[in-house]
C-alpha cells in the first residue's frame, strides 16, 4: 500500500488518519455525553482530564489532515456520480472538517473561561485561549453541546453515503478507504463518452404508379 495517496486510492497515513480520527471521535462524543451525569469523584476528575487530553490530540490530528489532504492527489469520485450528489459530498466533507476542528476548539475555549487547568495526559500544561469569563464560558459550552449534535448528522450522512456507495453503487469508494485494500478499478474519467449509435437503413419508398384513364 503507497504512503501517498494517488489518483485512484487513498495511501496509508491518509487511511490511518480517517479511521483513528473517526474512533476518537466516537469515543470522546461517548464519554463526553456521560461524564457529564457522573457523581463527583476522583474518577470524574481523571476521565474529564482523559476527555481533554485526547480532544487536543484530535484537534492535531485534524491539522495534520488537512495539511496531508492538500499536499497529496485526490482519488477521483465515480464518473457515474450525479452532479447533487458531488455537491452534497463536498458539502458533507466540508461540514465535517469544520466541526472537527470546531469541537476541540469549543472544548478548548469553554476549559479556558472557566478557568480549569488543561494538562496534556498529565505532562504538560497547555495555555489558555482566553481568561476567566462567566458569558464566553456560557457561549463556548453551548457550541460544544450544539456543535456535537451537528457533528452528528453530518456523521450520519457520511456513514449513509460511504454504505449507498458500497451496496447500492457498487463502486470502490468505500473499499478504497478500507485497511490494506486497494481499489479494484479505477474510476471511469469524468468525461467518457458514448458510442455513436448505429446508422439505421431506411427503405427507400416504393415509386407511386401513375394511373392512367
Ligand atoms: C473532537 C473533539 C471533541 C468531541 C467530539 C467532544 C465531545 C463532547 C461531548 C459530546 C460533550 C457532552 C456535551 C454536553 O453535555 O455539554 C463534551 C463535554 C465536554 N467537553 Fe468535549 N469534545 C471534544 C473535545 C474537547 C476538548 C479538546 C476539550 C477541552 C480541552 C473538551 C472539554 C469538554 C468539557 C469540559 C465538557 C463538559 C462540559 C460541561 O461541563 O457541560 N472537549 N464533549
Known amino acids: 500500500m503507497p504512503l501517498r495517496n494517488t489518483p485512484d486510492t487513498y495511501g496509508s497515513v491518509h487511511k490511518a488518519l480517517h479511521w483513528l480520527i473517526a474512533l476518537a471521535v466516537i469515543g470522546l462524543a461517548t464519554v463526553g455525553l456521560i461524564m457529564d451525569d457522573m457523581p463527583n469523584s476522583p474518577d470524574k476528575i481523571k476521565i474529564y482530564a482523559l476527555h481533554k487530553s485526547f480532544g487536543l490530540t484530535v484537534l492535531a490530528l485534524v491539522l495534520l ?15 457515474t456520480m450525479k452532479p447533487w450528489e458531488h455537491k452534497l459530498a463536498g458539502f458533507v466533507h466540508f461540514g465535517l472538517y469544520a466541526m472537527l476542528l470546531a469541537m476541540p ?48 448528522g453530518l456523521f450520519t450522512l457520511h456513514v449513509v453515503g460511504a454504505l449507498k456507495h458500497h451496496f447500492v453503487d457498487r463502486d470502490d469508494v468505500l473499499k478504497r478507504m478500507l485497511p490494506g485494500k486497494r481499489a479494484a478499478s479505477t474510476p471511469l474519467p469524468l468525461e467518457t463518452p458514448l458510442p455513436e449509435p448505429a446508422p439505421i437503413a431506411v427503405p427507400a419508398p416504393e415509386p407511386i404508379p401513375e394511373n392512367r384513364p
Not at 469549543?106 to 505532562?123: E, T, Y
Not at 489558555?128 to 458569558?135: E, F, Q, V
Open 65 to 79: 489532515r488537512l495539511v496531508w489532504r492538500w499536499t497529496n492527489p485526490r482519488p477521483v469520485l465515480p464518473a
Open 105 to 152: 476548539l469549543s472544548g478548548w475555549l469553554f476549559n479556558s473561561a472557566a478557568n480549569f487547568p488543561l494538562k496534556w495526559f498529565g505532562l504538560f500544561s497547555v495555555p489558555p485561549l482566553a481568561g476567566p469569563d462567566r458569558d464566553l464560558k456560557e457561549i463556548a459550552k453551548a457550541l460544544h453541546y450544539w456543535g456535537f449534535w451537528l457533528l452528528a
